[in-house]
């Protein structure tokens, strides 16, 4: 996101630098031609000076969809503008109350434990901020994400990081045709074998005071199983 927000910024600069230059260029006084000394009529009459030349019609200005430096920077106002995709988010913010289930394995009896999640809009409704709070095996757990639309990719992104951990997991996915469910893929460091892991999310909204957040990982043997559970009640 960074180097994007510089790109633009850059884009940006060069296009006012551009449009200055240009200007100056313009008001610039055209330099007069030196006078050239008179000819002698001609013989016969004819005069040797040439006819003045006719005034050379002014190229048209350039349309402005022909206008690179103007289609650049509306490729980057149209990718900046929330639509319809980020409004289906709005059901997932607010102040919830949480209950977690838990499981190491798909046999495994589920570990339950409580507490709450708070939600905003940050960046003038472009992106929702989560924060969580509860317990996990006795230990305080507090983690916070990032949701949002990515409108040039055409895909939902999440990121995700807490105090159980030191990585930032990153996740893209897509609405069903209701705009209750999300579905997100991605991948996480797994701190047993070190290596990268694939697991999948799913966001479903129940109604206006539920959704339930569920999380999907692999098993030893590579098999998916619901490594999580938590149901939000609005507060």
């Known amino acids: 996101m960074r180097s994007r927000w510089l790109s633009a910024l850059t884009l940006a600069f060069a296009w006012s630098a551009s449009a200055f230059a240009q200007t100056k260029e313009e008001k610039k006084p055209a330099e007069k031609p030196a006078a050239q000394p008179a000819k002698p009529d001609h013989p016969t009459g004819k005069s040797d000076h040439p006819k003045a ?19 650049i920077m509306e490729a980057y106002v149209k990718a900046a503008q929330p639509g319809p995709e980020h409004a289906k988010l709005k059901s997932l913010e607010g102040s919830w109350t949480t209950v977690t289930k ?10 339950e434990s409580k507490g709450t999640r708070e939600a905003k809009w940050i960046m003038d409704g472009r992106f929702l901020e989560e924060h969580y709070t509860g317990e996990f095996q006795g230990m305080k757990f507090q983690g916070m994400g990032i949701a949002g639309y990515d409108n040039v990719q055409k895909k939902y992104v999440t990121a995700w990081l807490d105090n159980f951990g030191t990585g930032i997991m990153v996740f893209t ?5 209701s705009g209750k469910t999300f579905t997100y893929t991605g991948e996480y460091a797994d701190p047993i074998t070190g290596k990268m892991t694939k697991m999948r999310t799913v966001n479903r909204v129940i109604d206006d005071k539920t959704f339930v957040f569920e999380m999907y990982g692999p098993d030893e043997t590579g098999k998916e199983f619901k490594m999580m559970e938590i149901v939000h009640t609005k507060k």
């Open 53 to 71: 030349p006719t005034a050379a019609a002014k190229p048209a200005a350039q349309p402005a969809d022909q206008d690179p430096h103007a289609a």
């Open 102 to 111: 838990s499981w190491h394995d798909a046999a495994s009896a589920p570990e």
């Open 173 to 177: 996915g897509a609405a069903d045709g």
